[in-house]
């Protein structure tokens, strides 16, 4: 009864305390890694403050949850204790009585002994068992989470040879799981061979969720997406992103070297392959200028190369893979002008008649496309070359302006 009293109230204990020790962790892990904001803001006394709040409230339910277990202890002292007591006057009066042998004495003692041991190890066991369980249950949450994105086949599915319409969306919408809204809406459009597809819109319009449906990182809600004529859900994710090369809009590069991030998708290229993408992708000047050159040593994050160089970097590791589709998703914004015209004209020479789509902010990088789709919040509100858009698109028409102001 008493024990199952301890292990009702230990238990809500330690799940206390585990979600203590997670705030903790966040807390630190936020300051650490957003260091310079919170210096460049003057905020170390407030993060100090948070700090210890979270540390001093982890202490607090420590030390009661100890106390509880110090409590416990003490009582299981006591038990063995009296139970000595009880052994040793007993047995006195039978030892001066003469019944009992000194030896029968020690026998007792010894198997007391070894009886209240096992009472102490049952007291840790049911000291430990609820936070046990409180981890287990944890641990049970991790493993039994399955992934919304699920493969309905392992079986690679029959592409048709060089099929015009690489990409096709019919009338998609998407909305996400924990979203009421749709982010996007009644998009119809094909990413066609040879051609480069180019979509723009302010920011928050949907273009960078057009990029994750492509590469089934979500689900369409409505509508269907096709793959070279077939729908995403009817292939392995393997298949289907064998076929894509994504450059995203927050460039990630891997710790290691440059050229093992090139190799990252062909780990047999050769160093010209490489040196050629780097070429293309603008970046071989400032490589060769390394002293290491393809073997210059990348940070965790790429954080030793600016924002552009992370571009340029993860640009040249997209071109190395050669699929059928390239998707670029705001991949030119932290260049300037003149090797963002120059990475263009390269790239339009090397992508050859696979299909490339460009997610831009600025009308310069994608004035050239055969095609443009101008997203406003999360519906195309015009689709056309740069000169039809400019006569029938009122939002492009703004866009245009605004970055070439007259
Ligand atoms: N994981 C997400 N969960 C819920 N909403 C999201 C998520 N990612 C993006 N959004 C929302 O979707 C909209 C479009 O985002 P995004 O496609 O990134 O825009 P863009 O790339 O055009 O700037 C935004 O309003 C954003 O708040
Ligand atoms: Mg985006």
């Given at each position: 009864m008493f024990l199952k009293k301890i292990m009702r109230s230990a238990s809500p204990l330690f799940r206390k305390l585990q979600k203590l020790l997670d705030r903790m962790s966040t807390v630190l892990l936020e300051n650490i890694t957003g260091v310079r904001v919170v210096r460049a803001f003057n905020k170390e006394a407030h993060e100090q403050n948070r700090l210890n709040t979270s540390f001093s409230g982890y202490a607090d339910t420590s030390i009661k949850a100890n106390r509880m277990f110090a409590s416990l202890d003490g009582l299981s002292f006591f038990t063995v204790n009296v139970f000595v007591i009880l052994v040793y006057s007993f047995s006195g009066f039978r030892v001066t009585a003469g019944a009992f042998a000194v030896a029968d004495l020690a026998a007792i003692i010894e198997y007391a002994m070894l009886a209240l041991f096992y009472l102490m190890m049952a007291q840790m066991v049911i000291l430990t068992l609820p936070r046990a369980i409180e981890c287990a249950d944890r641990v049970r949450t991790v493993l039994g989470f399955s992934p919304t994105i699920q493969d309905l086949t392992k079986k690679k599915v029959w592409f048709p040879a060089s099929?015009?319409?690489v990409v096709q969306f019919q009338n998609v919408a998407f909305r996400f799981a924990?979203?009421?809204?749709?982010?996007?809406?009644n998009l119809s459009f094909s990413c066609r061979r040879g051609e480069t597809t180019a979509i723009i819109g302010g920011t928050g319009s949907g273009k960078s969720t057009v990029a994750s449906l492509i590469l089934r990182f979500n689900d369409v809600t409505d509508g269907a997406l096709l793959l070279n004529g077939i729908?995403?859900?009817?292939?392995p994710q393997e298949q289907l992103r064998d076929h894509i090369a994504y450059v995203q809009q927050r460039a990630w590069l891997f710790a290691g070297t440059i050229r093992e991030n090139l190799q990252y998708s062909n780990p047999n290229a050769s160093d010209e392959v490489l040196w050629h993408a780097l070429e293309v992708a603008q970046a071989a000047d400032f490589v060769r200028s390394l002293p290491d050159g393809l073997d210059a040593f990348v940070a965790q994050g790429g954080t030793n190369f600016s924002g552009g160089q992370k571009q340029r970097l993860s640009i040249a590791r997209a071109l190395?893979?050669?699929?059928d589709l390239y998707i670029f998703?705001?991949?030119?914004?932290?260049?300037?002008f003149k090797t963002d015209a120059a990475l263009r004209r390269e790239l339009a020479k090397e992508t050859g008649d696979a299909a490339v789509l460009i997610i831009a902010q600025r009308v310069s990088t994608i004035r050239h496309a055969q095609q443009i789709i101008v997203l406003h919040e999360g519906e195309p509100v015009g689709i056309g070359t740069h000169d039809e858009l400019l006569t029938k698109c009122s939002v492009y028409r703004e866009i245009y302006e605004f970055c070439n102001p007259s």
């Open positions: 099929p015009a319409h924990d979203s009421e809204e749709y982010t996007l809406k729908d995403l859900r009817k292939m190395v893979k050669r699929p998703d705001d991949s030119f914004s932290a260049l300037d």
